[in-house]
């Protein structure tokens, strides 16, 4: 039972509940998330045509289309730790290639992570020699409004 990042495809789900495709609909895609887990619709977001939102143990991931992406369909995923700071592995590998993005500390991330992935994976502002976990990744399809 893991996530999957596919970065310009979308986020691979736990189980048999498929797949949060780039460019599904907002429809699809709740369908999609409601097969793992209780999505919750809404909340405020600037900028946003419509998102929602889900958690898996400790894990909660984000969906979101702003008004930029394609079709207003789906643009934008986050997945983020429940916890602000983690200090330990996530309960549910998020898995990059081989890579179980938040199982490791980042100061081992940053060592085996190509520097493209970094850059990728790895907020703008992270030090590479922390001790703390990863507390989220966002994989976007669209160059338009980044939360
Ligand atoms: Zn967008």
């Known amino acids: 039972m893991v996530f999957r990042l596919l970065p310009g495809t979308g986020l691979v789900l736990p189980g048999s509940a498929g797949v949060l495709r780039f460019g599904m609909s907002e429809r699809a895609a709740q369908w999609a998330a409601s097969t793992l887990a209780d999505i919750r619709v809404g909340g405020w977001m600037c900028g946003v045509c419509w998102t929602f939102f889900f958690v898996h143990r400790d894990v909660m991931v984000t969906a979101y289309a702003c008004a930029a992406c394609d079709g207003q369909d789906l643009g934008h995923l ?70």
């Open 78 to 147: 986050v997945v983020e730790r429940t916890e602000r700071v983690p200090e330990q592995a996530a309960a549910v590998p998020v898995a990059f290639g081989d890579l179980d993005l938040f199982g490791y500390p980042v100061h081992e991330l940053a060592e085996v992570l190509e520097p493209a992935d970094r850059e990728l994976l790895l907020a703008a502002g992270t030090n590479p020699r922390s001790t703390h976990y990863v507390p989220g990744v966002r994989l976007d399809a669209c160059e338009g409004e980044r939360r």
